[in-house]
């Protein structure tokens, strides 16, 4: 188990009579103390991601006294992040996520200040966004950001307070310490596109972000005041379902090309390297479309026609749209022969990317009239059918 | 060797459970026995070669098996061998 590291904050702000008020219960902690809200006050934290996992992040590190709070996101509110974005509120629906969360922080510790920055991190700006923070924690939602945000950081020399989630489980770590793993180590390579489902398609309880996030933001803590244990070289695995947590051990690879060998010394292209509009057959462009309008059309004409769902029958519990047939993307395989080539078919799913899967798997079985709905279901919801509910 | 391949929650709905049972001498050898069992979840673990995936990691009791000898490593009776896939989710 790592030991302690010296403190990260090495600058120390002088506290005012309200902010030690404010502080009393870490100020009569021996570990943290008058010197470490000091240096609390003086430490630079950048977020990546306002969203799941940067809610609890930024609200307890703001609470916590952190000087500086540096926030990446580009979003906008939308009301299926209230679930679980606890920064977020209902009235900030549809306002940027920045915005969002400048205004509950500010509200929740005056002293504090926020950063923002309105974009997307790319290779182009990572190193200038990162470089003036004394650590930066991952709480982004796709491979191609924590790539990036490994690889800036370990060319920068910035620890990476690394979480993740999917469902019921999530995952912590702290990256790319002078001498510990970094993401690379774990994870040489990204799944292929589509693999994995996304939070938006797969689900997430609400709760788990709290989970994961507050144990990013207690390991963000402990580094800048160089306390306790941190999770350098080792992996916690947090299962909701089972209640169970379980930590694996974490080996810096030697010839990882970004903290191994430094092969990595400059930022690559992330989107390339996860296979994002790099492959063809992965490309939803290069599938038969029809819009929900046309779908429509085709309904009121009495079109001779198939509309096969390929959501799970959780999903089509919620929401519908009429005629349609369900076979869940599991099962699909093995349905094929239930299909008949000679009639159109029509693929739907929630947003349209599972249906491009399917019309792939049909269109390798040798089926030539298939057409994948254009946005799913939620975009049918959106221009056809309103009573249709969104999820 | 009788060893227990612990699975995530997402992965477990392609076999029977969680925890399933399953033999062989080499890590490779228990993955095999469990792919051959369960074919939907079978492409999950491992490529069309047999060979472990970058974004797939396995631990054989709490230690990376790439670190001893990958899907060669041997294997011990009442092991644990827990499959943690990549998540991106934030």
């Known amino acids: 188990m790592a030991t302690a590291t010296a403190p990260l904050a090495t600058q120390l702000e002088e506290l005012s009579s309200d902010e030690i008020l404010r502080y009393s219960r870490h100020l009569i902690l021996p570990e943290v103390a008058l010197e470490g809200q000091q240096r609390l006050k003086a430490s630079r934290v950048l977020l990546i991601g306002a969203g799941g996992l940067g809610s609890p992040l930024a609200l307890y590190l703001t609470a916590a006294g952190v000087g500086t709070i540096g926030l990446v996101d580009f979003d906008v509110v939308d009301v299926t992040n209230l679930q679980r974005q606890i920064v977020h509120g209902s009235k900030d629906v549809g306002r940027p996520k920045l915005e969002s969360a400048r205004d509950r922080l500010k509200d929740m510790n005056p002293h504090v200040h926020v950063e923002g920055y309105e974009t997307r991190l790319t290779s182009e700006n990572a190193l200038e966004i990162i470089r003036d923070y004394d650590i930066v924690i991952d709480g982004t939602d796709n491979f191609a950001t924590r790539y990036l945000t490994n690889d800036a950081c370990v060319i920068l020399g910035k620890p990476n307070v690394y979480g993740s989630i999917y469902r019921f489980e999530g995952q912590s770590s702290v990256f790319a310490t002078e001498d510990g793993p970094c993401y690379r180590c774990l994870y040489p390579e990204p799944p292929p596109p589509g693999l994995v489902p996304s939070c938006a398609e797969g689900g997430v309880l609400g709760v788990l972000p709290g989970l994961v996030g507050t144990i990013q933001a207690t390991e963000g803590i402990k580094l800048l005041l160089g306390i306790g244990e941190p999770l350098i070289g080792r992996l916690l695995l947090i299962d909701a379902l089972s209640m169970q947590f379980r930590t694996m051990r974490l080996r810096k690879n030697p010839n990882c090309p970004a903290c191994g060998t430094h092969e990595i010394r400059e930022l690559i292209d992330y989107d390339q390297f996860c296979g994002i509009g790099g492959d063809p057959l992965q490309d ?52 094929l022969a239930t299909f008949d080539s000679a009639r159109d078919i029509v693929v739907t799913c929630k947003m349209g990317g599972r249906s ?34 969104k999820y | 060797m009788a060893v227990t391949l612990f699975l995530p929650t997402v992965l477990a709905k392609l076999a029977d459970g969680r925890a399933i049972e399953s033999t062989g001498e080499t890590v490779g050898a228990v993955v095999a026995n469990v792919a051959a069992r369960y074919p939907n979840l079978a492409p999950r673990l491992r490529d069309e070669t047999g060979q472990p995936y970058p974004f797939v990691t396995f631990y054989l009791n709490d230690e990376d098996i790439r670190f001893n000898g990958g899907f060669e490593a041997p294997v011990s009776d009442g092991d644990e061998l827990t499959v943690v896939p990549a998540i991106a989710g934030g």
């Open chain 1, 284 to 335: 939803p462009h290069g599938i038969p479309e029809i819009t929900p309008a046309e779908l429509a059309a085709k309904q009121q004409r009495r079109d001779d026609f198939d509309l096969i769902d390929v959501r799970e029958p959780h999903e089509w519990a919620i929401a519908k749209i009429p005629g349609a047939r369900l076979v869940p993307l599991g099962t699909f395989t093995e349905s």
């Open chain 1, 356 to 389: 491009a899967k399917a019309v792939r798997q049909l269109q390798a079985a040798g089926f030539k009239k298939v057409w994948n709905l254009a946005g799913g279901i939620l975009r049918w919801s959106d221009d056809v059918d309103p009573s249709v509910p």
